[in-house]
């Protein structure tokens, strides 16, 4: 690898690779140590393609939630199957793998300014700014970096674009698995919330069993399946399809419903 060799963001790989490998070490023990990580599924991973594939999971934390997959996809990769047992596989990480996350978040702070080095596609949120609802056109040069992460490696997105559990799946999301027809690959987690702050940074509770569900590729028709179907289907495989609340109240529903018109569009 040349020492100033970049990706198709400007960024410098080597670069990226000791970021990559610093946080590793330093977050390893968050999931194999403090807490302990129970992953299924990760086999999965080796066989996949080097580009092209979407990965879509519910959010419970804004960083613990792909810092765990930055463990997990590199440790499989590694010939380790359902374990992070073992750090070494941190040396040689993928280096093409990125994130979709808010602009307004990933630049927050040095320290998440940092972070977003190692990967983030930072998008401009439309439905929410500094707290507050708002509605404004979606940018389209954020989704044209969706497309060209995945043109070079691959993506994770967490579709709801928040961490509240159960709120709408974004349309926007359906777009782009319907216009570049990338590997979907469906990612279920949990004990996140329990574990750590709102943040994925402070530990907020030690001993708490986490749990990691790689899911097979999902089978999408993408010339004839509907964005709608899309979504459906999106719901069901990250399992936040209101099916999977046993008692939904009445205002849990009028707000879904809401959230779906207003992101229509978004990404």
Avoid: C
Avoid at 33 to 49: A, C, R
Wanted: glycine share 6%; hydrophobic share 40%; proline share 4%.
């Amino acid at each position: 690898m040349g020492l100033l060799k970049r990706n198709p963001f400007g960024h410098i790989l080597i670069l990226k690779k000791w970021l990559i490998r610093f946080f590793g070490l330093m977050t390893h023990r968050r999931f194999r140590g403090f807490n302990e990580l129970q992953i299924e599924g990760s086999e999965i991973i080796k066989n996949l393609p080097d580009t092209n594939v979407l990965f879509v999971s519910n959010h419970q934390t804004y960083f613990a939630d792909v810092t765990a997959m930055f463990h997990v996809f590199n440790a499989s990769l590694s010939g380790r199957v359902d374990s992070i047992k073992n750090i070494g596989y941190i040396w040689n990480p993928k280096l093409n793998i990125y994130y979709v996350a808010a602009k307004e978040t990933m630049q927050a702070g040095l320290l998440t300014r940092i972070m977003a080095y190692g990967g983030a596609v930072s998008v401009e949120r439309s439905w929410r700014s500094k707290g507050k609802d708002v509605h404004r056109e979606i940018n389209l040069n954020d989704t044209e970096k969706i497309g060209i992460a995945l043109k070079d490696g691959w993506v994770i997105t967490f579709p709801q674009g928040t961490t509240k559990p159960f709120k709408p799946i974004r349309k926007g999301t359906a777009h782009i698995i319907k216009n570049h027809k990338p590997i979907v690959i469906p990612i279920v987690i949990d004990g996140f919330r329990r574990s750590f702050d709102k943040k994925g940074i402070r530990i907020k509770k030690r001993g708490i069993l986490q749990s990691f569900q790689i899911k097979p590729p999902l089978e999408i028709d993408y010339e004839n399946e509907t964005i709608e179907e899309i979504v459906e289907k999106l719901e069901y495989a990250i399992e936040q399809h209101t099916s999977f609340l046993k008692v939904i109240p009445r205002e849990v529903i009028e707000d879904m419903e809401d959230l779906n018109e207003k992101r229509k569009w978004e990404y």
